[in-house]
């Protein structure tokens, strides 16, 4: 138990000083992981276990809200080959003029080694990128997708060469996983009785873990993969989404462990720092060739640049890898540290980056020519909401109340902005007028301006960091109609007023203040 606290107060503090200087806690989480390994801390048992839980919980997560047919497209797949092969080339080139240049960890190291290396170096964080994602309430914009498809394909290779690498090929018995394809009725049947409260997250995990997770392992596959799988074949069902909040708060405790563990990998030495921070020079190489070959795919360049900017950082894989090369003798026992301080300061940096992502990935763009809007992808093309009243960005429970209300109530002419394109579709289906553009892209409200006829903007989205967001790209545009914004808490709410916000909707306390006012009516009508 002491050691537990001691673990839990260091990664607190870790989380907290992150926080002071503007960085997202896992940074924190990756420092006192270091901090821990370096005071020679003792070892936490049962770490791994949680950590392994934590990330099957976020790939099972990912999949509730994952359309598998996004993979074969061609910007998704033709994109993650197309980089690995570039990133692995790249990688070898880079590594070999370190070890010409006389850098004593490289040196020495054959073609083989470099090559392992430069692969282990070409995989983009999984978590880390969902977590960015996430805190921006962007996993389900067309970038954000886009991302998310990169990671599983990537992931896919990682976890098909570890399989080849230790030499473990997947049991036969494997094939008859398909049979989870047709038996998710029984599991959506299942899931339908068991209420929307603590059942429901229970019925979560135990599928991410049961025969997601643990069922994978046995047959010789990945259990991460198990959980996204099981996760996507759950996607269809209507309280997907329910499920994904619910398990939020829980997965993300569980993945401190993650992090705290990359922090153990050993105590780093001055020549490990160092060659870890020249590794850091390829992450804007990897960040701009993702969005190069996304312009080519036809879409926007602020997209290309968004994505790229996401993914620019190296992945947890990467420290598997290395691990399997020392393993089997490929790899010194340095690279293993060298990596894990690689993969923690490309999160700190790719953090830094990530914050101001939206703005960078604007003023990136002069450094790509514009494509004809007509070339453009469908999916990419910015819309035009023609002659309205009133535009509500978020089209969850307050945003598609809010619509209808302003329309049926006050006459209005209210359009709907929503980047989930399923949610899209199901409004559409129910008589919203909508259109699937993202609030936070500066270029969708230039033409709010231009069409000149827009008096109200409503900022509904489910995270403060979007609202925020939008808040600005609609000040950035010159819009000079009425915001009104939802907020959770009293800090989001002073926060969007001293922003620009004209009117912010308390949540908790408007709904307290509606339940007062009905409640006092039944009293009046009582007497």
């Given at each position: 138990?002491?050691?537990?606290?001691?673990?839990l107060?260091?990664?607190?503090?870790?989380?907290?000083?992150?926080?002071?200087?503007?960085?997202?806690?896992?940074?924190g989480?990756?420092?006192?992981?270091?901090?821990l390994?370096?005071?020679?801390?003792?070892?936490?048992?049962?770490?791994g276990?949680?950590?392994?839980?934590?990330?099957?919980?976020?790939?099972?997560?990912?999949?509730?809200?994952?359309?598998?047919?996004?993979?074969?497209?061609?910007?998704?797949?033709?994109?993650?080959?197309?980089?690995?092969?570039?990133?692995?080339?790249?990688?070898?080139?880079?590594?070999?003029?370190?070890?010409?240049m006389?850098?004593?960890?490289v040196?020495?190291?054959?073609?083989?080694?470099?090559?392992?290396?430069?692969?282990?170096?070409?995989?983009?964080?999984?978590?880390?990128?969902?977590?960015?994602?996430?805190?921006?309430?962007?996993?389900?914009?067309?970038?954000?997708?886009?991302?998310?498809?990169?990671?599983?394909?990537?992931?896919?290779?990682a976890?098909?060469?570890?399989?080849?690498?230790?030499?473990?090929?997947?049991?036969?018995?494997?094939?008859?996983?398909?049979?989870?394809?047709?038996?998710?009725?029984?599991?959506?049947?299942?899931?339908?009785?068991?209420?929307?409260?603590?059942?429901?997250?229970?019925?979560?995990?135990?599928v991410?873990?049961?025969?997601?997770?643990?069922?994978?392992?046995?047959?010789?596959?990945?259990?991460?993969?198990?959980?996204?799988?099981?996760?996507?074949?759950?996607?269809?069902?209507?309280?997907?989404?329910?499920?994904?909040?619910?398990?939020?708060?829980?997965?993300?405790?569980?993945?401190?462990?993650?992090?705290?563990?990359?922090?153990?990998?050993?105590?780093?030495?001055?020549?490990?720092?160092?060659?870890?921070?020249?590794?850091?020079?390829?992450?804007?190489?990897?960040?701009?060739?993702?969005?190069?070959?996304?312009?080519?795919?036809?879409?926007?360049?602020?997209?290309?640049?968004?994505?790229?900017?996401?993914?620019?950082?190296?992945s947890?894989?990467?420290?598997?890898?290395?691990?399997?090369?020392?393993?089997?003798?490929?790899?010194?026992?340095?690279?293993?540290?060298?990596?894990?301080?690689?993969?923690?300061?490309?999160?700190?940096?790719?953090?830094?980056?990530?914050?101001?992502?939206?703005e960078?990935?604007a003023?990136?763009?002069?450094?790509?020519?514009?494509?004809?809007?007509?070339?453009?992808?469908?999916?990419?093309?910015?819309?035009?909401?023609?002659?309205?009243?009133?535009?509500?960005?978020?089209?969850?429970?307050v945003?598609?109340?809010?619509?209808?209300?302003?329309?049926?109530?006050?006459?209005?002419?209210?359009?709907?902005?929503?980047?989930?394109?399923?949610?899209?579709?199901?409004?559409?289906?129910?008589?919203?007028?909508?259109?699937?553009?993202?609030?936070?892209?500066?270029?969708?409200?230039?033409?709010?301006?231009?069409?000149?006829?827009?008096?109200?903007?409503?900022?509904?989205?489910?995270?403060?960091?979007?609202?925020l967001?939008?808040?600005?790209?609609?000040?950035?545009?010159?819009?000079?109609?009425?915001?009104?914004?939802?907020?959770?808490?009293?800090?989001?709410?002073?926060?969007?007023?001293?922003?620009?916000?004209?009117?912010?909707?308390?949540?908790?306390?408007?709904?307290?203040?509606?339940?007062?006012?009905?409640?006092?009516?039944?009293?009046?009508?009582d007497r």
């Amino acid at each position: 138990m002491e050691t537990l606290a001691l673990y839990l107060g260091v990664a607190f503090v870790g989380g907290v000083l992150a926080t002071l200087v503007r960085l997202p806690p896992l940074v924190g989480f990756l420092a006192a992981g270091f901090a821990l390994g370096a005071a020679g801390a003792p070892d936490l048992p049962g770490l791994g276990t949680i950590a392994e839980v934590g990330v099957a919980l976020l790939l099972f997560t990912i999949g509730l809200k994952l359309d598998v047919r996004s993979l074969v497209r061609p910007e998704i797949w033709l994109t993650t080959v197309s980089h690995m092969v570039l990133a692995v080339a790249v990688g070898i080139g880079f590594l070999g003029l370190l070890a010409v240049m006389g850098m004593a960890l490289v040196a020495g190291d054959g073609l083989g080694t470099l090559a392992l290396i430069a692969l282990a170096l070409s995989f983009s964080s999984t978590v880390f990128v969902i977590k960015v994602l996430e805190d921006r309430s962007d996993a389900t914009s067309l970038y954000g997708r886009i991302a998310v498809g990169i990671l599983i394909i990537q992931d896919i290779v990682a976890v098909t060469f570890l399989a080849i690498a230790e030499g473990r090929p997947p049991s036969l018995w494997a094939v008859a996983l398909l049979l989870f394809i047709p038996g998710r009725r029984v599991l959506y049947a299942i899931w339908s009785r068991v209420g929307h409260g603590e059942l429901q997250a229970i019925f979560g995990v135990a599928v991410a873990l049961g025969p997601g997770f643990y069922l994978f392992e046995h047959l010789g596959l990945s259990g991460d993969v198990g959980a996204l799988v099981m996760g996507a074949l759950l996607a269809a069902h209507p309280s997907a989404g329910e499920m994904s909040r619910s398990l939020m708060t829980f997965k993300d405790v569980m993945l401190v462990a993650f992090f705290l563990e990359i922090g153990l990998h050993g105590t780093p030495e001055p020549q490990h720092v160092a060659l870890a921070l020249v590794l850091l020079l390829m992450l804007p190489l990897q960040a701009a060739a993702y969005a190069v070959l996304l312009w080519t795919a036809r879409l926007r360049r602020r997209t290309a640049f968004l994505t790229g900017l996401a993914l620019g950082n190296y992945s947890e894989f990467g420290i598997i890898v290395v691990a399997v090369g020392v393993e089997v003798g490929m790899i010194d026992d340095d690279w293993l540290i060298v990596i894990s301080l690689a993969v923690a300061a490309s999160f700190a940096l790719s953090a830094a980056v990530n914050r101001r992502g939206v703005e960078i990935a604007a003023w990136l763009t002069r450094f790509l020519p514009p494509k004809d809007p007509s070339r453009l992808h469908p999916d990419d093309r910015v819309v035009d909401i023609g002659d309205v009243d009133a535009l509500v960005m978020g089209l969850g429970r307050v945003g598609s109340t809010t619509c209808a209300r302003l329309r049926d109530e006050y006459g209005l002419r209210v359009v709907g902005v929503e980047h989930d394109v399923n949610r899209v579709s199901s409004l559409q289906g129910d008589g919203f007028e909508v259109v699937r553009a993202d609030a936070t892209d500066v270029e969708f409200w230039a033409r709010v301006k231009r069409a000149g006829h827009v008096r109200l903007a409503v900022l509904a989205m489910p995270f403060h960091n979007a609202n925020l967001i939008a808040l600005s790209r609609l000040q950035d545009a010159g819009f000079e109609g009425q915001v009104a914004a939802i907020a959770r808490y009293d800090d989001d709410a002073a926060e969007l007023r001293r922003h620009g916000a004209d009117a912010v909707f308390h949540i908790y306390g408007a709904a307290g203040a509606e339940l007062a006012d009905r409640a006092a009516e039944v009293l009046s009508t009582d007497r």
